[in-house]
Every structure is written in structure tokens, then in C-alpha cells.
């Protein structure tokens, strides 16, 4: 009989469970403590348990293995991207950004993706499977560990599409911003969605705070069909709807990820269609030079021409950035280190790669 995943219980749950072995209800907190603030490996850290109760608690729970494996220091900015291995030998990536704000850290909500998108990394071997909540909350959890340092802001923008994961990636928000854990603040949160229409609508009536990200990429539904297999099923006018009614139910501001590709994406015309298509909303466009990736053809555009992208849209009324590269000398596609690390242990099973 497999054992049952601890870190997944919210603190309700995890009150329930210990109420079914006979246990005080200070243990719960006492436990929930450990996993969600303390962000112990194993209950043998959890010092303030009798050895029988620790003892207890791991013939019939488990905490899932979040285990790093490769972790790469950036020369040129304070980033760091870390690669973890799961339970089932599984890996997924994290990134540590550092800013004068604070930390973020983002995260994936899958193993691969099935998406499709095609300038992304982590699309290209397909989806493996669904992150558990555990496998989510830890990798920030490892990450606040390793560094020694507070995370304040958490994007769900690695690998994997988080609304593709719904029900996992709803409860991950709520444990990640709930006071008997990290209490990181809603409004801190961010998730970034490909354009899933009902779960997006299914997402605005959860009465959460969170910012949504909607990866746009295409000024035109043509356009976006092109890059994005997931517009062959959902409309750019369904999409658009769905984002004006997050933001009516939440007053959340949505914000649009727009991956610009030299040639492809980043034309005249495309600054008016951008301009039609978003002049009237309460939005902002993040604007992001694609990262090359060995598998496609694509390029960036250079920064020249990006700022007059940038300064076309800003005349034409869009609350426009262009996002600032990080860790760009790390396998800065989403998604490379892990499809790296991957071929590395087919050619050499028994070797690990950490670039540390």
C-alpha cells in the first residue's frame, strides 16, 4: 500500500488525519509547522515528536522527494535555475530571480507540457504528468532553504500549463498563501495560462487575488494559430472575453505575455493589430525577445527594433515593458536544463550533472 502524501494535506486535512490516529490537536500544528514554515525533509527534523509519533508518521506518510540534482549560478545577474529530480526519477525546473523588491521564484506545474507552443523548450517531449500540490509547494520550500532567504513572489510560469493542472494548482495557491504556511500574498502570485477558456472563467469565480498571465504571442487569431496549437480550439475573441471577465470578477489587471519573434511577430502590422486588440483594456503587455531554442528556427529581434516595438505600442495608448532578460547564460529557454540533464543521463546513466 503506497503511503500517503503529507505535504498535499491542507491544515484542515492535516487535522482530520491526526484526529483519525488518536492524536492531540496541537500535534497538527505542531506538524503542519514543520512542513509548511520549518520546510523539514523528513519527519526525523521534527524534534518537538516523540519517536513514536515520528515513527508512526512514516510507516503510513510520505514527504515526497523534491531532491536538486543540478543547480546553475548565473555570471551576469542574481539568478539561479535549479533542477529537480522527483520521486518517479522524474526532473522539473525552478528559477530563483533576486530583485531589490525581493525574491521570486518561479515554478512548473507539470512534468513536460502538452501544449504544444512552438518557441517553447518545455513542449517539445509532450506532457509526463501532473505535479502534486506537495511537488509544487516544495520546490519553493527547497529553493527558501537552499538560499537562506524569504520568497515574496511566486510566478507559475516554468514548465507546464498550471490550468491544465486546475484543482492541483488552485489548492497550491491557496496552501501557498494561507498563515499557518509561507503566507505569501496572493497579489504576489502569478500564473500564466496559454488560453485554457473555461478553466480561466472557472479560475475568476475562486474568489482568489492572484495576477493571470494570459500568453498572447499572436496580435490575430491566424497569427496565433501558428505559434499556439491551443488557438486551433479556443477563439482570440473567447480568450479576450474570458480575461475581461477575470478581471470584472477579481479587479485583478490581466496581464498579456507577448514572445516576440523576429519576423514572425514583430511587424508593423502587428503593432495595430496589438493596438486594436488591446488599447481599450485595463492591461499590460509584457513583451519578451524569445529565447532561441536549438529544436526551432526562431530568433529574437534585436534591441533596437524591439524598443521601437515597444515605443510604437506606448504611443498608441498599451501599458507596455519589455520583460529584462535573466540568466541568460543558464539555459535560459524554459525547459533546457532539464531536457539537457535528461540526455546526458541516457548517454551516461551513472553520472550527475551539477553546475554549481
Not at 141 to 158: A, D, H, L, P
Not at 229 to 250: G, I, M, R
Not at 263 to 271: H, I, L, T
Request: glycine fraction near 6%.
Amino acid at each position: 500500500m503506497s503511503k500517503k502524501d503529507i505535504v498535499s494535506y491542507n491544515y484542515e486535512e492535516l487535522q482530520c488525519e491526526l484526529e483519525k490516529m488518536g492524536e492531540k490537536p496541537f500535534r497538527s500544528r505542531q506538524i503542519y509547522a514543520w512542513l509548511h514554515e520549518k520546510l523539514v525533509d523528513s519527519f526525523d527534523e521534527m524534534t518537538n515528536l516523540s519517536k513514536a509519533l515520528r515513527e508512526k508518521l512514516a510507516q503510513e506518510y510520505e514527504i515526497k522527494k523534491v531532491e536538486v540534482v543540478a543547480h546553475q549560478v548565473s555570471k551576469v545577474d542574481p539568478t539561479e535555475k535549479f533542477l529537480f529530480e522527483l520521486f518517479d526519477g522524474n526532473c522539473i525546473e525552478s528559477v530563483l530571480m533576486k530583485y531589490n523588491y525581493g525574491n521570486s521564484v518561479c515554478i512548473s506545474s507539470q512534468v513536460g507540457c502538452r501544449m504544444g507552443c512552438r518557441f517553447c523548450a518545455s513542449t517539445i517531449d509532450g506532457l509526463e504528468r501532473n505535479l502534486e500540490v506537495s511537488e509544487m509547494l516544495r520546490q519553493i520550500y527547497k529553493i527558501q532553504r537552499i538560499s537562506g532567504e524569504r520568497v515574496s513572489n511566486v510566478v507559475i510560469m516554468g514548465t507546464g500549463e498550471p490550468l491544465d493542472n486546475y484543482d492541483n494548482f488552485v489548492k497550491f495557491i491557496h496552501m501557498l498563501s494561507d498563515t499557518h504556511g509561507l503566507h505569501i500574498s496572493q497579489r504576489n502570485i502569478t500564473a500564466s495560462t496559454c488560453g485554457i477558456v473555461p478553466n480561466m472563467r472557472r479560475l475568476a469565480d475562486e474568489g482568489l487575488q492572484i495576477t493571470l498571465a494570459l500568453s498572447l504571442h499572436g496580435s490575430s487569431q491566424e497569427k496565433r494559430k501558428k505559434l499556439m496549437p491551443v488557438a486551433n480550439k479556443y477563439d482570440l475573441k473567447e480568450v479576450l472575453s474570458a480575461c475581461d471577465y477575470y478581471f470584472e470578477k477579481t479587479g485583478r489587471r490581466v496581464t498579456f505575455e507577448y514572445s516576440l519573434v523576429a519576423g514572425v511577430n514583430d511587424r508593423e502590422e502587428d503593432k495595430e493589430e496589438l493596438t486594436a486588440l488591446l488599447g481599450k483594456r485595463n492591461c499590460h503587455l509584457n513583451l519578451i525577445p524569445v529565447n532561441p531554442i536549438k529544436e526551432r528556427d526562431f530568433k529574437k529581434p534585436d534591441s533596437k527594433k524591439a524598443a521601437e516595438f515597444q515605443n510604437k505600442l506606448e504611443k498608441n495608448g498599451i501599458n507596455v515593458t519589455i520583460r529584462r532578460e535573466r540568466g541568460s547564460d543558464i539555459d535560459g529557454a524554459c525547459g533546457q536544463l532539464r531536457r539537457r540533464y535528461a540526455a546526458a543521463k541516457e548517454e551516461k546513466p551513472d553520472e550527475i550533472i551539477c553546475n554549481d
